[in-house]
């Protein structure tokens, strides 16, 4: 009997690469103008980001229902294998709640972990339990290990713009106003599942400068598990930029920087321009 993973797209983990890793990856609805996506599927970041600019309204994102978890659950079931669905973070989105009703569905058969994040951080987390499931772990020894480790990730991004916050409702029109003739750019965090903002700093350098202040506060980056960077929009140029200036933080504990591209769910509130990281702490 074999672990199966069950993934969301609000992991920006695209359909594709969840294939090649061999999860199973159910998309999140994306709404925009009046047209349904299956995001990670057939609505791309490049293509996300492009309508999200163009546009005048906001996407609007719909969990996946208990049904369509009960669906993979019962397909991996009869096949013999254990699913464990990892969700996007309970405090964000209802996913969490449609995959545990639908574990009572199959009678407890199923083990739902709650990511406690969203895009990079939930990548790496499940990064982490594809490599636990190679290693030969137990259903139960995944699950704790998962667990107990999520506590151990930070996640940090820098925003270009207040004007996608502003949109959603998420912050004030003055606000907004106010941080854009200052140029304040805003960092946010994940705490305990919900999105925080951790800082602010005017204009790009001194906004760098904290990024970086913020990653050292977090501890030693634990380099033997996943890590990311990652970057909303459709220009990358501002991450390599922020790569070169912290080459600090990564030049002694790995040769190569994987790179992930923020999609709809998270994207839909930070706009392009955002950059990201993502890590274990030791």
């Known amino acids: ?131 636990l499931v190679n290693s030969g772990v137990s259903v139960d020894e995944l699950v704790d290990e998962l667990n107990s480790s999520k506590e151990k990730i930070h996640v940090l991004a820098l925003l270009e713009t207040l004007e996608y916050l502003k949109r959603g409702g998420r912050i004030s029109k003055t606000v907004a106003l106010a941080g854009s003739l200052l140029s304040i750019k805003p960092v946010i965090s994940i705490e305990q599942g919900e999105v925080a903002l951790a800082g602010k700093a005017r204009g790009s350098k001194n906004a760098n400068n904290l990024l970086a202040e913020l990653i050292s506060k977090c501890g030693e980056v634990d380099f033997s598990k996943p890590f990311t960077l990652a970057f909303s929009g459709s220009d990358g140029s501002v991450l390599n930029k922020y790569v070169e200036d912290s080459r600090q933080f990564w030049e002694h504990g790995t040769s190569s920087l994987p790179i992930l591209k923020i999609g709809a769910t998270i994207g839909t509130h930070i706009g392009p321009g955002a950059i990201g990281v993502a890590f274990f702490s030791k």
């Open 1 to 131: 009997m074999a672990i199966k993973l069950i993934i969301d797209s609000a992991s920006d983990i695209s359909c594709d690469k969840a294939n090649e890793m061999g999860l199973i990856h159910l998309p999140i609805i994306i709404s925009f103008d009046g047209k349904e996506y299956k995001d990670g599927q057939d609505l791309t970041p490049d293509l996300f980001f492009e309508k999200l600019i163009e546009s005048d309204s906001m996407p609007t994102t719909s969990q996946i229902s208990p049904t369509i978890y009960e669906e993979a659950f019962t397909k991996v079931l009869e096949n013999g294998d254990t699913p464990v669905a990892i969700t996007l973070s309970s405090k964000l989105s209802g996913t969490y709640q449609s995959a545990c009703i639908a574990d009572e569905a199959v009678g407890g058969k199923a083990y739902v972990v709650d990511s406690l994040n969203a895009s990079l951080g939930e990548a790496i987390l499940i990064q982490y339990a594809v490599s």
